[in-house]
């Protein structure tokens, strides 16, 4: 990989987007980190940070252009900024429907539209998407997470089809647990309904909602998360869409298109084809 390579990173303030950040930076390229607000990131000669509110198609033309007019060119541009929702679907208003859309979904698209003009003149570039295995199954209470992630995934794999003769290449990372913030002090909860008790204390032990918001959860620490897509972004060789990151993604992965074979093999015709 090239040693100056320029990696705009967002939601880079914690979690999987600062290790992403810290590991570029380690590995001797030049970042441009986005923030929604206050940061606590380490001033570093070759780090520059620009708050973003990427639910803003103008702003995300901004930000790229501060990136080439910062460092030259744009060369990997890393979608990390979301969050999830706990709410079943009933328990979802429509204020939380659309803010979870505009930012998991929409503020990839806006990036990814401007990041694409750059990297298509250049004739190379890496586009990542930060998605998740719940882009491939689902689970009860993150409807309109997932929801959000299967459109990141729909549009992306369309544009990878769209840009590869350009030299740019669309990755999908799609997340297992990653030991991060994600599941606590960044997860954001639906009014609970009773009717849905039952259901929460099945899945999260407890029908409450909020759950304590110190601490993080399990899995695969944020570094060897990041490091994976690091090494996936060096080697140029690799051109899968979809890159399985966490210890647990690939059986995560398995059994949700397990539950989709079976369904679809109800129908003879299918069952013929193989």
């Known amino acids: 990989m090239n040693s100056n390579q320029t990696w ?14 810290e590991a570029a930076l380690d590995a001797g390229h030049s970042v441009l980190a986005t923030v929604r607000g206050a940061h606590n990131l380490a001033e570093h000669e070759r780090l520059v940070v620009h708050q973003l509110d990427v639910r803003e198609h103008d702003q995300a033309r901004e930000v790229v252009a501060r990136a080439v007019a910062q460092f030259g060119c744009l060369d990997v541009l890393v979608n990390n900024a979301g969050y999830g929702l706990i709410g079943a679907i009933e328990e979802v208003d429509e204020r939380e429907a659309r803010e979870i859309v505009d930012t998991d979904l929409f503020g990839a698209l806006w990036l990814s539209q401007a990041a694409v003009s750059v990297m298509r003149e250049q004739g190379a570039g890496d586009i ?14 993150m409807g309109l997470y997932n929801a959000a992630k299967w459109a990141l995934e729909g549009f992306s794999e369309a544009l990878a089809a769209e840009v590869r003769d350009f030299g740019v290449r669309v990755t999908l990372a799609e997340l297992g647990e990653i030991n991060t913030e994600w599941a606590t002090t960044s997860m954001r909860f ?7 008790d039952e259901l929460r204390s099945s899945l999260f032990g407890t029908p409450e909602v909020p759950w304590p918001a110190d601490g993080t959860g399990g899995g695969t620490s944020p570094r060897d998360a990041a490091a994976a897509i690091l090494a996936h972004v060096a080697d140029s060789t690799d051109t899968r869409l979809r ?5 647990d993604a690939p059986a995560q992965v398995f059994a949700a298109l397990e539950n989709k074979r079976l369904d679809y093999e109800v129908d003879p015709r299918f069952a013929a084809l193989h």
């Not at 705009?8 to 950040?21: D, E, I, Q, Y």
């Not at 990542?128 to 209470?141: C, D, E, F, N």
């Not at 890159?243 to 210890?247: E, H, K, N, Q, Y």
């Open 8 to 21: 705009l990173v967002t939601g880079a303030n914690r979690g999987l987007g600062r290790a992403l950040a």
């Open 128 to 141: 990542v998407q930060i998605s998740t295995v719940g882009a491939v199954g689902t689970m009860p209470t």
């Open 190 to 196: 639906s009014a609970p309904h009773p009717a849905y």
């Open 243 to 247: 890159l399985l990151v966490g210890d």
